[in-house]
């Protein structure tokens, strides 16, 4: 055997891998974090080439899997990928629907080693929740999942995806996930990526209201102390400074795609100038450690004024590139969101405009057929 | 509410590691590691020797006792170090008793 080729000092070594199994999903959530391109079933990997991904990420250092799509559960070899992750020592958490897992099919996932379940539900209110994921009778078997989880005792998190259309239900909902058995409860403000983005207008909170969900949560941590776990995310378009988007570009985590392809983060196909490599032709140390996409901004070099010489460069890496792209039309530009950056007055005033508009647009849903609607641009 | 209520450690606990808690040794980074859902944990080395001998049998005391003799010190002192430790961890939900 040949000793793999060193990685450079700079880079850091890959802690988590986002394995996109499949972008199949029966639901069709309007800020899925999905392409708007979606990938084919024809074009994703085999259950040989999946095992091969996580046995190169293992070797390369990460330790947390995320089984995620789409729908990952429509891989009929769900199992054998789990069970490859527990004999690797991978952390496995599957992000699903919940929707189409009967209680047999998550016995066999738990009996593999899954660690960890997340379940994500669109609202308290079945009515509004099935509304929201495009599919009537979804909400029903979220519920149903997460009883075969406490039977199995496998450890679950329901997360919440938080927006204008459901905001002020919050405490219902937080009620409604630690009723479910949720040991964590993560409580996110939907980020406008993607078919976030095309439905932004339909969207986005006003800023009181997500002042109040704020307050909504800090209750429930103190409800709730040492019973569940409480995880928050803000939406940045009313905060001062950006989030460090994937804890800095190619700096902790990698993201496969269906067909393989491999990424920054899940929306960085949004950048139309970076070229991604695929692990049907380079080995993942190599793509992580030299391949122009995780290079081109990975550390601090790229970056202009005014992260150039801002005192929080290494603290949020500039923030997103997709969303400085989307926004500003330069991927290497500060993340609008920082107070810092020439466009965020105007992101501010368009934030004020559209969260408080009386009649929010129709919801565009993620189905193949609305993408070429949902690409209109936005920023 | 749920019927779940907050585990209080005291000295006669059995505390152990919940299933879906992993501590396992980080080859690449030649560190032990604390998964959890969402969270990697860098424990002390005082939190790797008790989270070790988490086994659900031995009482926090018991634990004491034993790193009290491999680290010389006193069992008081190291009682009052590690409950808050473990408290902590329980409330996080990785460790039961
Ligand atoms: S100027 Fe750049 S580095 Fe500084 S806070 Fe803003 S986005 Fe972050
Ligand atoms: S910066 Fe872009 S590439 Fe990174 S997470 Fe954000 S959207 Fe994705």
């Given at each position: 055997?040949t000793?793999?080729a060193?990685?450079?000092a700079?880079?850091?070594?890959?802690?988590g891998?986002?394995?996109?199994?499949?972008?199949r999903?029966?639901?069709?959530?309007?800020?899925?974090?999905?392409?708007?391109?979606?990938?084919?079933?024809?074009s994703?990997?085999s259950?040989?080439?999946?095992i091969?991904v996580?046995?190169?990420?293992?070797d390369?250092?990460?330790?947390?899997?995320?089984l995620s799509g789409g729908e990952?559960?429509?891989?009929?070899?769900?199992?054998?990928l789990?069970?490859?992750?527990?004999k690797?020592?991978?952390?496995s958490?599957?992000?699903?629907?919940?929707?189409?897992?009967?209680?047999?099919?998550?016995?066999?996932?738990?009996a593999?080693?899954?660690?960890h379940?997340?379940?994500?539900?669109?609202?308290?209110?079945?009515?509004?929740?099935?509304?929201i994921?495009?599919?009537?009778?979804?909400?029903?078997?979220?519920?149903?999942?997460a009883?075969?989880?406490?039977?199995?005792?496998?450890?679950?998190t329901?997360?919440?995806?938080?927006?204008?259309q459901?905001?002020?239900?919050?405490?219902?909902?937080?009620?409604?996930a630690?009723?479910l058995?949720?040991r964590r409860v993560?409580?996110?403000?939907?980020?406008?990526?993607?078919w976030?983005l095309?439905n932004?207008?339909?969207l986005?909170?006003?800023?009181?209201q997500?002042?109040?969900?704020?307050?909504?949560?800090?209750?429930?941590?103190?409800q709730y102390k040492?019973v569940?776990?409480?995880d928050?995310v803000?939406?940045?378009?009313?905060?001062k400074?950006?989030?460090?988007?994937?804890?800095?570009?190619?700096?902790g985590?990698?993201?496969v795609?269906?067909?393989?392809?491999v990424l920054?983060?899940?929306?960085?196909?949004?950048?139309?100038?970076?070229?991604?490599?695929?692990?049907?032709?380079r080995?993942?140390?190599?793509?992580?450690?030299?391949?122009?996409?995780?290079?081109?901004?990975?550390?601090t070099?790229?970056?202009?004024?005014?992260?150039?010489?801002?005192?929080?460069?290494?603290a949020?890496?500039?923030?997103?590139?997709?969303q400085?792209?989307a926004l500003?039309?330069?991927?290497?530009?500060?993340?609008?969101?920082?107070?810092?950056?020439?466009s965020?007055?105007?992101?501010?005033?368009?934030?004020?405009?559209?969260?408080?508009?009386?009649?929010?647009?129709?919801?565009?849903?993620?189905?193949?057929?609305?993408?070429?609607?949902?690409?209109?641009?936005t920023? | 509410?749920?019927?779940?209520?907050r585990?209080?450690?005291t000295?006669?606990?059995?505390p152990?590691?919940?299933?879906?808690?992993?501590?396992?040794?980080d080859?690449?980074?030649?560190r032990w590691v604390?998964?959890?859902?969402?969270?990697?944990?860098?424990?002390?080395?005082?939190?790797?020797?008790?989270?070790?001998?988490?086994?659900?049998q031995?009482?926090v005391?018991d634990?004491?006792?034993?790193?009290?003799?491999?680290?010389d010190?006193?069992?008081?002192?190291?009682l009052?170090?590690?409950?808050?430790?473990?408290?902590?961890?329980?409330?996080k939900?990785?460790?039961t008793?």
């Open positions: 055997m000793a793999p060193p990685i450079p700079r880079v850091p070594a890959p802690v891998l986002l394995a996109e199994l499949t972008h999903c029966p639901l069709q959530c309007p800020y899925c974090s999905n392409p708007l391109e979606l990938e084919r079933q024809a994703e990997l259950t040989a080439q999946w091969n996580l046995d190169q990420a293992a390369l250092g990460v330790l947390q899997l995320h990952p559960t429509a891989r009929r070899d769900l199992e054998q789990v069970a490859h992750a527990a690797r020592q991978l952390y958490n599957l992000i699903t629907s919940g929707y189409g897992v009967t209680r047999d099919r998550l016995a066999a996932l738990t593999s080693g899954l660690d379940l997340q379940i994500s539900i669109q609202d308290s209110d079945p009515v509004n929740a099935d509304r994921a495009g599919v009537p009778g979804a909400h029903a078997r979220k519920v149903a999942l009883g075969f989880a406490r039977a199995l005792d496998l450890a679950l329901i997360n919440a995806p938080i927006h204008r459901n905001v002020d239900n919050l405490a219902a909902i937080i009620e409604f630690v009723s058995g949720a993560e409580v996110a403000h939907v980020q406008y990526y993607g976030g095309a932004r207008a339909a986005l909170p006003t800023r009181q997500v002042v109040q969900s704020i307050d909504v949560v800090a209750k429930a941590r103190h040492g569940v776990t409480f928050f803000a939406p940045d378009y009313y905060a400074r950006p989030k460090p988007c994937m804890g800095g570009w190619g700096r985590i990698i993201n795609t269906p067909s393989g392809k920054p983060c899940h929306a960085a196909q949004s950048i139309p100038a970076l070229k991604f490599d695929s692990v049907t032709d080995p993942l140390r190599d793509i992580w450690a030299n391949s122009e996409a995780f290079n081109a901004y990975r550390g070099a790229w970056m202009k004024e005014p992260c150039r010489s801002c005192e929080f460069k290494e949020d890496w500039g923030g997103c590139r997709c400085a792209l500003t039309g330069d991927a290497a530009n500060a993340d609008p969101m920082c107070a810092k950056s020439p965020h007055g105007e992101i501010a005033k368009l934030a004020l405009v559209e969260s408080t508009a009386a009649d929010p647009p129709a919801l565009i849903y993620r189905t193949p057929a609305s993408a070429a609607g949902a690409r209109s641009p920023g | 509410m749920t019927g779940r209520e585990i209080i450690l000295t006669h606990s059995q152990a590691l919940a299933r879906h808690v992993k501590l396992r040794m080859d690449t980074r030649q604390l998964l959890a859902p969402e969270r990697l944990l860098n424990p002390s080395d005082t939190a790797i020797a008790v989270l070790q001998l988490c086994d659900g031995q009482k005391e634990i004491a006792a034993k790193l009290a003799a491999e680290f010190a006193p069992a008081a002192a190291i009052d170090d590690i409950l808050p430790v473990l408290q902590d961890l329980a409330d939900g990785y460790v008793a």
